[in-house]
């Protein structure tokens, strides 16, 4: 086929007005054949593997493209729930912070509380040892008064009255001291 195409050009061109646009019914069918038998060959041996691998292509991609939007669905999900668990973490360790510090208030003021009734438990303590030991000082100011009274007394008048007598009246008059204080 080539050859006669050959020839049929070699005649042309060496006898006639050729050229690049010239139409040769010839050449026109020849080529319409060949881009025919081209056309039905590729469309009946090429394509069909080309279109199967194309649609697996495509299936390959819409698969990875699907998997894709899946992972990120889940990704999203697991986000969204890292945020949850984290906010969750963050309200619960603030709750601990202030029943921490709300315990360490109370414990505080349960210590100064304690200390305050302590030391007040002192001081009435000291206080009574205090106006007990006053009222032991006193009663021993007293009969040391009274002795010595007596024993200035029985030397003053060196008279004898009895021991009973003597004191009753020392302690009157001191009772009459105090009463005018």
């Not at 390959?60 to 493209?65: H, P, R, T």
């Not at 029943?99 to 304690?114: F, H, I, S, T």
């Not at 302590?118 to 040892?129: D, K, N, S, V, Y």
């Amino acid at each position: 086929m080539l050859a006669v195409l050959l020839l049929q050009q070699g005649e042309h061109g060496a006898g006639g007005p050729g050229g690049p646009f010239a139409l040769e019914p010839g050449l026109i069918i020849w080529t319409w054949v060949i881009f025919g038998v081209l056309l039905f060959l590729l469309w009946k041996f090429a394509l069909p593997p080309i279109v199967r691998l194309t649609e697996e292509r495509e299936r390959k991609i819409k698969a990875e493209l699907e998997e894709a939007e899946k992972r990120n669905a889940e990704a999203q999900a697991l986000l969204e729930e890292h945020r949850k668990l984290l906010a969750g973490a963050r309200e619960e360790a603030h709750a601990l912070l202030n029943e921490a510090k709300l315990v360490a208030q109370k414990e505080r003021e349960d210590l100064l509380a304690k200390a305050r009734r302590e030391q007040e438990e002192m001081l009435e303590r000291a206080r009574r040892e205090i106006h007990a030991e006053r009222e032991r000082a006193i009663a021993e100011l007293r009969k040391e008064a009274v002795e010595l009274s007596l024993a200035a007394a029985s030397r003053l008048i060196e008279a004898k009255l009895d021991d009973q007598t003597n004191r009753r009246l020392v302690e009157e008059f001191l009772a009459s001291l105090e009463k005018r204080r």
